[in-house]
């Protein structure tokens, strides 16, 4: 199993940036994929999850109306899609996955069990 994201860089305030996550191994009805990030001298925080069991979908209420999680039609890639991006937005972004019986939580990232390496998104004033 392997998680892996691109399209990190920077981006000037009110911008848009798209993140890809290829995630092999994934692909199963009871997987679930979600993005976190992590700005530097905070905690790591829940952006959005996609589960694979009916598609269903949840946002940090800061990120809600602006950002849209989405997957290819062979659950290989997990899309986050990132308009109106805010300076507050800049940060590590963190592709993670659970396998099986997933708990859908962006409360605490401890229970997402898979992590890719983070790409890292700067929105500039």
């Known amino acids: 199993v392997q998680l892996v994201e691109s399209g990190g860089g920077l981006v000037q305030t009110g911008g848009s940036l798209t993140l890809s996550c290829a995630a092999s191994g994934f692909t199963g009805d009871d997987d679930a994929i979600g993005w976190f990030r992590q700005a530097p001298g905070k905690e790591r925080e829940g952006v959005s999850y996609?589960?694979?069991?009916?598609?269903?979908?949840d946002y940090a209420d800061s990120v809600k109306d602006r950002f849209t999680i989405s997957t290819d039609n062979a659950k290989s890639t997990v899309y986050l899609k990132m308009n109106s991006l805010k300076p507050e937005d800049t940060a590590l972004y963190y592709c993670?996955?659970?396998?099986?019986?997933?708990?859908?939580?962006?409360?605490?990232?401890?229970?997402?069990?898979?992590w890719g390496r983070g790409t890292q998104v700067t929105v500039s004033s």
């Open positions: 993670t996955a659970q396998k099986g019986d997933p708990v859908l939580y962006l409360g605490s990232w401890y229970l997402w069990d898979y």
């Open positions: 996609i589960s694979f069991k009916g598609g269903s979908t």
